[in-house]
């Protein structure tokens, strides 16, 4: 467990947007670790639920997350018992399943990839989370070699994955974390993104229209700058900002800040349509082919934005 210190910005060397996102952001690293404690000196699955649904409204979503690494943590570390995910995931986990992955990401980073096997993944669809917060991680420790450095990936993913899109899901969690990486500064954000490679911003915008809309705090007039500045993925980050839209819906979490954020990175939108897009995009979605059924959702929801923004035109 990483200790609460390293959520904090000075430590970490990140970039500071104002003294009110830092520790709001702040804030958001030690609920991940709260939810992670919880979990594991819990003795049953209701004992966590009881646990976790302490943790303050609005970062709950993060607790849970914590919690997702825990389990996973559980289940790699003791293969005779290895249940703790699913039982989660359809327990108290469920209306968080978004977060639940991303938190089994977060285990992958700290564990032997031998391990990883051992992990029962609650979804096949939402796996490829599991690798965003994997990317989450990886910047967020090492920042120097993700970030400044920008060291593609070359990551297998731990399931069927033949076109390699592995690389794909870990861009979209170093997106998500340079939103905290670069403090919530729009403009420190836009010109890092712009350092990567052209065939990985659209990944990294998405990640960033995530992080922009769950994790709350950032004026509409910054968020429009945000969206300015993401020129040509301005689709990839309505994507992600819808796919935050369906994870505090779902989850019961919606704040004032989603409602905000979502309306002005999806044109429009109010919380509940935008999730309706993720709902209506996953209609008769094929099977994993050349490309995962994942990545076909998210092309699904980025085109029908994108063509709401046009239609308004």
């Given at each position: 467990?990483?200790?609460?210190?390293?959520?904090?910005?000075?430590?970490?060397?990140?970039?500071?947007?104002?003294?009110?996102?830092?520790?709001r952001l702040?804030?958001?690293?030690?609920?991940?670790?709260?939810?992670?404690?919880?979990?594991?000196?819990?003795g049953s699955?209701?004992?966590?639920?009881?646990r976790?649904?302490?943790?303050?409204?609005q970062?709950?979503?993060?607790?849970?997350?914590?919690?997702?690494m825990?389990?996973?943590?559980?289940?790699?570390m003791?293969p005779?018992?290895?249940?703790?995910?699913?039982?989660?995931?359809?327990?108290?986990?469920?209306?968080?399943?978004?977060m639940?992955?991303?938190?089994?990401?977060?285990?992958m980073?700290?564990?032997p990839?031998?391990?990883?096997?051992?992990?029962?993944?609650?979804?096949p669809?939402?796996?490829?989370?599991a690798?965003d917060g994997?990317?989450?991680?990886?910047?967020?420790?090492?920042t120097?070699?993700?970030?400044?450095?920008?060291?593609?990936?070359?990551?297998?993913a731990?399931?069927?994955?033949?076109?390699?899109?592995?690389?794909?899901?870990i861009?979209?969690?170093?997106?998500r974390?340079?939103?905290?990486?670069?403090?919530?500064?729009?403009?420190?954000?836009?010109?890092?993104?712009?350092?990567?490679?052209?065939?990985?911003?659209?990944?990294?915008w998405?990640?960033?229209?995530?992080?922009a809309?769950?994790?709350?705090?950032t004026?509409a007039?910054?968020?429009?700058?945000?969206?300015?500045?993401?020129?040509?993925?301005?689709?990839?980050?309505?994507?992600?900002?819808?796919?935050?839209?369906?994870?505090?819906?779902?989850?019961?979490?919606?704040?004032?800040?989603?409602?905000?954020?979502?309306?002005?990175?999806?044109?429009?939108?109010?919380v509940?349509?935008?999730?309706?897009?993720?709902?209506?995009?996953?209609?008769?979605?094929p099977?994993?082919?050349?490309l995962?059924?994942?990545?076909?959702?998210?092309?699904r929801?980025?085109?029908?934005?994108?063509?709401?923004?046009?239609?308004?035109?």
């Open positions: 467990m990483p200790d609460y210190s390293q959520t904090k910005f000075e430590v970490r060397g990140f970039k500071v947007r104002s003294t009110h996102a830092q520790a702040e804030h958001t690293g030690a609920q991940f670790l709260t939810g992670y404690e919880h979990a594991i000196i819990s699955v209701a004992e966590m639920e009881q976790l649904e302490t943790v303050e409204y970062y709950r979503g993060f607790a849970y997350e914590g919690a997702g825990a389990v996973a943590v559980a289940d790699a003791t005779w018992n290895r249940y703790k995910v699913r039982a989660f995931a359809e327990g108290p986990g469920e209306p968080h399943i978004y639940v992955h991303v938190g089994i990401g977060w285990a980073a700290r564990l990839s031998v391990l990883w096997k051992k992990i029962i993944l609650p979804d669809l939402l796996q490829w989370l690798l994997y990317g989450f991680h990886e910047a967020y420790f090492k120097e070699r993700y970030v400044e450095n920008r060291e593609p990936f070359t990551l297998k731990p399931w069927d994955d033949p076109n390699n899109y592995a690389p794909h899901g861009d979209q969690g170093i997106g974390a340079l939103w905290f990486i670069r403090g919530a500064h729009v403009e420190h954000v836009a010109e890092t993104i712009t350092a990567f490679d052209p065939g990985r911003r659209g990944d990294l998405a990640g960033i229209g995530l992080a809309t769950y994790a709350g705090g004026p007039e910054e968020l429009e700058q945000l969206k300015a500045l993401a020129g040509p993925h301005q689709g990839d980050l309505a994507q992600g900002s819808a796919f935050a839209a369906k994870a505090r819906l779902r989850a019961g979490l919606v704040i004032p800040h989603t409602g905000s954020a979502v309306g002005v990175l999806c044109n429009g939108r109010t509940e349509q935008a999730a309706a897009v993720t709902d209506d995009a996953l209609v008769d979605l099977p994993d082919g050349e995962p059924a994942f990545e076909i959702w998210r092309r929801i980025r085109a029908a934005l994108v063509d709401e923004k046009r239609n308004a035109a």
